[in-house]
């Protein structure tokens, strides 16, 4: 069996350099969502349309994707130390020249560059956390990442909504200098460098067909409505299916010679059925938000701070049953999911019912309760479906594992924000802003987030029993993802 060329026996200050990279993780992670409630005010002050505020938005989820399983890879070639300080030490930058647009194409282009790097960095934290930590401290470090990911994600708007009613819009990206130059001075002291034993090549090919197949996708879906839908970008669509088909097959013929995803992956039932099971569920989780923002702040009139405290539901609701969730995952690891899903679903629906009769009278407290429930749900899910997604993947294989997961979610989460825009715009139209339609687009569009939980539960009966409390070391005996 192939060796790493860091042991983990060898580095006692791991949960050290696991704060560390926690860190950068929590970053890159509220950046996501914390554009969300400020999203108003960027637009009114750079003149950004509509499309340009779901680019700013999707831009970055969409090369974060595109990269995400190459920046694995080249840590795994490369060093994931080195690849983890070039993705922070651009993500900064990238931060900063965001705080610093000056037009709409400025910021999408800065998010998008955010993106980038944030590819570059993020694969290598699961990455670490597989080398540095054997079992059981492997999931005790997964649960701790599994708790940081949606923490930062939905408290982001609370963090935005301040720093907008404060010192400005521009600060929710300065805000990531400091915490970046910390981030990087702590990683480079602290993270071990390690990578891969074999000799491993970039698949060129690979990272154009999967990016390609991608950008087909998503433009049109970003698109379409400012466009009007001209059939270009319906066969866009259409086409991406068979790229995204040819990429595999394409994967599938380099096995033994460096592919970009091992295929290993794909024949373990559990990490396909949980990768899709995790884009399904991010696609909704991430894209909620937005549609709140849109009709009670932008046409209804909330303040950002009141539409980020009544977010705050949801992350209340997840800190409720997320320990739960680690305490009991190598008990009942699939049935918490399952439990998980319906409640989400169920929360959702609520919310729906709550809109479609209130509309835009609908009060703070309202929202709140059924954002409560939801978020009690994704906090039986999130923390343990990590686990259980890469809980088969070698050490060898750690980088293109967590870049295939990760890409997943991102994807999942461009897509989306991508569907509830297009579901969205298409429902209110081009005509004046009348908040009585954008009340009604509202609850309309939610049902795609309710749907997509719904979904996601037909694939939890392919999800193992549980995750594991003592795993057999990766590569050795039986995977540990086996059911």
Not at 35 to 56: E, K, M, T
Not at 175 to 196: W, Y
Not at 272 to 292: E, K, P, Q, T
Request: glycine share 12%; hydrophobic share 55%; net charge positive.
């Amino acid at each position: 069996m192939a060796t790493e060329s860091f042991r983990r026996s060898e580095f006692p200050r791991r949960w050290f350099a696991l704060f560390i990279v926690l860190t950068a993780m929590f970053m890159n992670q509220l950046d996501v969502t914390i554009v969300n409630v400020a999203l108003p005010y960027i637009q009114r002050d750079l003149g950004a349309g509509i499309s340009l505020q779901q680019w700013i938005l999707a831009g970055f989820a969409l090369a974060f994707a595109l990269l995400l399983v190459t920046g694995g890879r080249l840590g795994d070639i490369t060093g994931r130390k080195k690849v983890f300080l070039i993705g922070i030490a651009g993500f900064t930058a990238a931060s900063a020249l965001a705080g610093l647009a000056q037009s709409g194409e400025m910021m999408a282009a800065a998010r998008v560059a955010q993106g980038v790097f944030a590819a570059l960095m993020v694969p290598q934290v699961l990455s670490v956390i597989q080398v540095m930590f054997q079992p059981p401290e492997r999931i005790k470090a997964m649960g701790l990442l599994g708790v940081v990911v949606p923490f930062a994600s939905i408290t982001g708007p609370v963090v935005g909504a301040l720093l907008t009613a404060g010192p400005g819009w521009r600060w929710i990206f300065w805000v990531n200098v400091p915490i970046g130059v910390l981030a990087f001075s702590g990683a480079a002291r602290l993270v071990p460098e390690s990578k891969s034993d074999r000799p491993l090549r970039l698949d060129i090919p690979g990272v154009l067909l999967l990016g390609l197949a991608s950008i087909m996708l998503m433009f049109p879906l970003v698109q379409g409505h400012e466009l009007g839908w001209p059939a270009w970008t319906l066969v866009s669509m259409a086409l991406s299916l068979p790229v995204f088909a040819v990429f595999g097959f394409h994967q599938f013929r380099r096995e033994g010679s460096s592919p970009l995803v091992p295929p290993a992956l794909f024949r373990n039932r559990s990490f396909v059925a949980g990768s899709v099971l995790m884009a399904l569920v991010f696609s909704g989780i991430m894209s909620y938000l937005i549609v709140l923002v849109w009709d009670f702040q932008v046409a209804h009139g909330w303040s950002p701070l009141r539409m980020a405290l009544t977010g705050l539901g949801w992350t209340i609701g997840l800190g409720l049953t997320a320990s739960l969730a680690i305490r009991y995952g190598s008990v009942a690891g699939r049935r918490l999911i399952g439990l998980g899903l319906v409640i989400m679903a169920a929360g959702m629906a609520a919310l729906i019912l709550v809109l479609r009769h209130y509309g835009g009278a609908t009060d703070s407290w309202q929202v709140f309760a059924c954002l409560l429930v939801a978020g009690t749900g994704s906090g039986l899910v999130v923390p343990i479906l990590v686990d259980l997604v890469l809980a088969g993947v070698p050490p060898r294989d750690a980088g293109a594992g967590s870049g295939v997961a990760n890409a997943t979610i991102q994807l999942g989460t461009a897509v989306g924000v991508a569907m509830v825009g297009a579901i969205f715009f298409g429902l209110v139209g081009t005509g004046p802003r009348d908040p009585a339609v954008w009340a009604g687009a509202t609850w309309q569009t939610l049902i795609y987030n309710a749907g997509v939980f719904l979904v996601a539960v037909a694939l939890v009966p392919l999800l193992p029993r549980r995750t594991r409390r003592h795993e057999t070391p990766a590569g050795e005996g039986q995977p540990a993802g086996a059911p």
